[in-house]
């Protein structure tokens, strides 16, 4: 399974574990809102992460789910976007 593309933006990993896929966001400066706290949308962008893989876990066959990709140029500060 291939997660979108600005899922590397927020360094979002996809594992498997025990046949359970799980996605993980690393915190840091580029999801950091205020001082101390994650800024809503890399929240959002990882609970919609999670639900694509929910759906290709619950109905999904190879090629059959295709996520609609965000263009996000690779090298643009997330604070650009």
């Known amino acids: 399974m291939r997660l979108p593309p600005y899922a590397e933006r927020l ?12 996605v993980i966001m ?3 400066p580029h ?3 205020r001082p101390g706290f994650l800024h809503g949308g890399a ?3 990882l609970l919609e ?3 694509f ?3 290709y876990e619950a109905i999904g066959e190879p090629g ?3 996520v609609k990709p965000i263009n996000c140029p690779p090298s643009a500060p997330m604070a650009q976007i």
């Not at 360094?11 to 799980?22: D, K, S």
């Open 43 to 45: 929240i959002s962008g």
């Open 31 to 33: 999801v950091t809102g």
């Open 11 to 22: 360094q979002a990993v996809l594992e498997l574990e025990q046949g359970r896929h799980r």
């Open 26 to 28: 690393a915190a840091g």
């Open 53 to 55: 893989v929910a759906l």
């Open 64 to 66: 059959t789910i295709r």
């Open 49 to 51: 992460l999670a639900a």
